[in-house]
């Protein structure tokens, strides 16, 4: 049996729950270029070229700990049942839809999902055994319903990603809303993770550890971002003039924002701010005004 989840502290509960292979998809898809018309391997390779640009790993270990996860994934043919085992956040949601959309055309006999609203990082190894008991058979509506949102989110258009509801897989929606919301807002050009950093920081300066709670967990449910991607937004924000560091404390500059570094969400390159989030009609919109679908 092969069990695949979201990364090292799932897996470390998995480890005492269930018998079976465990795998760690441990891939960050909502930073960074991620084009769905890749096959796996090319894919894992922009992917750790980008990871190491961030500062979390060399190229090298990266790529290799990418490769090995990717060809025990090509291996899930000799494994009896796969057993998905993902949250209902952002973070989970992306890694879920990839991994429906890669099965879908290498199927597997017996595939099954855990996907609950619960973070398996920090569950009892009681519980897990528990879900893995009352796991259930993914259908084919699954399948196509991821398809059709890995290729919106890996393609060049955000404003083909349907944040409806799905009943299949009921936190996509809720998942794909808060990642457009990473866009430039119409009313200030922000993304909301830049916004909630600001606003934590509007009564003073704060040490990194108190601003992550403020600006990430206290602010978001289902949380999504570890501390080491939410650092790296920052060093971003810093350069382009928003934070300003003072020892071991984070400022906000006040002053205005210079010109902003390209950012990839999904497939979509953001260079500027021609498409932008709208949070009144929760859409993305063009500049000239035009709503998304």
């Known amino acids: ?79 009896e049942e796969v057993v998905l085992w993902f949250e209902h956040d952002l973070y989970d949601q992306l890694q879920l839809v990839q991994l429906l959309d890669w099965f879908g055309t290498h199927p597997h006999p017996k595939l099954t999902l855990v996907c609950e609203a619960e973070y398996l990082g920090t569950m009892t190894p009681a519980r897990a055994a528990d879900l893995f008991q009352s796991r259930k058979p993914v259908t084919g509506e699954q399948v196509r319903e991821a398809s059709a949102a890995w290729a919106a989110f890996g393609g ?34 922000l993304s909301r993770t830049e916004r909630q950093v600001l606003e934590a920081l509007a009564g ?13 967990h206290n602010r978001e449910d289902p949380v999504f971002l570890g501390d ?43 260079r500027d701010e021609r498409l932008c989030w709208d949070p009144a009609a929760g859409a993305i919109r063009s500049r000239s005004g035009a709503p998304g679908r």
């Open 1 to 79: 049996m092969l069990h695949i989840t979201n990364g090292d502290c799932a897996e470390a509960v998995l480890s005492q729950a269930v018998q079976g292979v465990l795998l760690s998809w441990d891939d960050v898809l909502h930073e960074g270029p991620v084009h769905a018309g890749l096959p796996l391997s090319a894919l894992s390779r922009r992917r750790a070229q980008f990871i190491a640009s961030a500062g979390w790993g060399s190229p090298e270990k990266i790529l290799a700990r990418f490769s090995q996860r990717d060809a025990l994934l090509q291996r899930a043919g000799e494994h």
């Open 156 to 189: 060049p258009d955000p404003r083909r990603i349907s944040t409806a509801p799905v009943e299949s897989l009921p936190f996509l929606g809720p998942a794909l809303y808060r990642l457009l919301e990473e866009y430039p807002w119409t009313t200030d050009g």
């Open 204 to 216: 003073g300066p704060l040490p990194f550890s108190e601003l992550f709670a403020r600006a990430h």
């Open 228 to 270: 080491a991607v939410l650092a790296w937004h920052m060093e971003r924000m810093r350069s382009e003039g928003l934070l300003e560091k003072q020892g071991e404390s984070w400022v906000a500059t006040g002053h205005p924002r210079r010109m902003r570094q390209p950012r990839w969400i999904g497939g979509c390159e953001v």
